[in-house]
């Protein structure tokens, strides 16, 4: 086993009481391994980083292509809710956990103290991760986010439906790991959130209204996400 450091040891110390395992039990893997992407991906990361650099960051979205396309799909939706509250979109489309862990380690969130974080990161890691090791990966980052900037309150949201119905194998794994990952809930720093019910059926079933490819958002969507997750936004950023 390679050497681990300082801080994914604190990690693993945090994540005894969260999950019911024994340190000895965590293994390093590929989603709690940071990893950087070159090309397109790593331009963007950079203007993360060169954003953040001029301040005024009251809340940040972390995430993949579902919190890329706010910029996309749901720009409309972005501009009614978040464009006077000082907010940047760090989503990278394809980006898994271990992308987002080597960002943050590498920048994005340098020198802020954003007063929210919205987190949805993992269904990238759901056709090759188990749902331990994607909730490994997610809580990595929330003790980063945690240890960079102690007074952002979190709000840790469940990893969204995907896929035509329940019977989807990957949506299947989500569900597993937000089963996981809402144990790292404490109504204090971290605030989990599971709106996934808004986007379905009764029957649970995803119409291509509201995500065309079984996967990403439409601006119905989007206007959905925003209107899920605003009462607590509001309590987040005490306004």
């Given at each position: 086993m390679?050497?681990?450091?300082h801080?994914?040891?604190t990690g693993?110390?945090?994540?005894?009481g969260?999950?019911?395992?024994?340190?000895?039990d965590?293994?390093?893997?590929e989603a709690v391994t940071?990893?950087s992407?070159?090309g397109?991906e790593?331009l963007?990361?950079e203007?993360?980083?060169e954003?953040?650099?001029?301040?005024?960051?009251d809340l940040?979205f972390?995430?993949d292509?579902?919190?890329?396309g706010?910029e996309?799909e749901?720009?409309k939706v972005?501009?009614?809710?978040y464009g006077t509250?000082?907010a940047?979109?760090?989503?990278?489309g394809g980006?898994?956990?271990?992308h987002?862990?080597w960002?943050l380690?590498?920048?994005n969130l340098?020198?802020i103290?954003?007063?929210?974080?919205?987190?949805?990161i993992g269904?990238n890691?759901?056709?090759d991760?188990?749902p331990q090791e994607i909730?490994?990966g997610i809580?990595?980052?929330?003790?980063?986010?945690?240890?960079k900037?102690?007074e952002?309150r979190i709000?840790l949201?469940?990893?969204f439906?995907?896929?035509?119905?329940?019977?989807d194998?990957r949506?299947?794994?989500n569900?597993?790991?937000?089963g996981?990952i809402?144990?790292l809930?404490?109504?204090?720093?971290?605030?989990y959130?599971d709106i996934?019910?808004h986007?379905?059926?009764p029957?649970?079933?995803?119409t291509?209204d509201?995500m065309?490819d079984?996967?990403?958002?439409s601006?119905?969507?989007?206007?959905?996400w925003a209107?899920?997750?605003?009462?607590?936004?509001?309590?987040?950023?005490?306004?």
């Open positions: 390679k050497r681990i450091n801080f994914w040891m693993i110390c945090c994540l005894v969260i999950f019911g395992v024994q340190g000895s965590m293994k390093e893997h940071p990893v992407r070159p397109a790593r963007r990361h203007r993360f980083n954003r953040v650099s001029k301040g005024n960051v940040v972390i995430g292509s579902i919190t890329e706010w996309e749901g720009r972005w501009q009614k809710f509250r000082n940047v979109n760090l989503g990278i980006d898994r956990t271990q987002v862990i960002r380690d590498h920048g340098k020198g103290t954003p007063q929210a974080a919205v987190l949805m269904t890691n759901s056709a991760n188990s909730a490994d809580s990595r980052i929330v003790h980063q986010i945690r240890d900037t102690p952002t709000l949201l469940a990893i439906p995907r896929g035509k119905d329940p019977a194998s949506r299947q794994v569900q597993k790991t937000n996981l809402q144990k809930n404490d109504n204090k720093h971290v605030f959130l996934g019910q986007f379905l059926t029957k649970g079933q995803l291509l509201i065309p079984l996967l990403h958002l601006e119905k969507a989007y206007q959905i209107e899920a997750i605003e009462s607590s936004l509001i309590q987040l950023l005490k306004e």
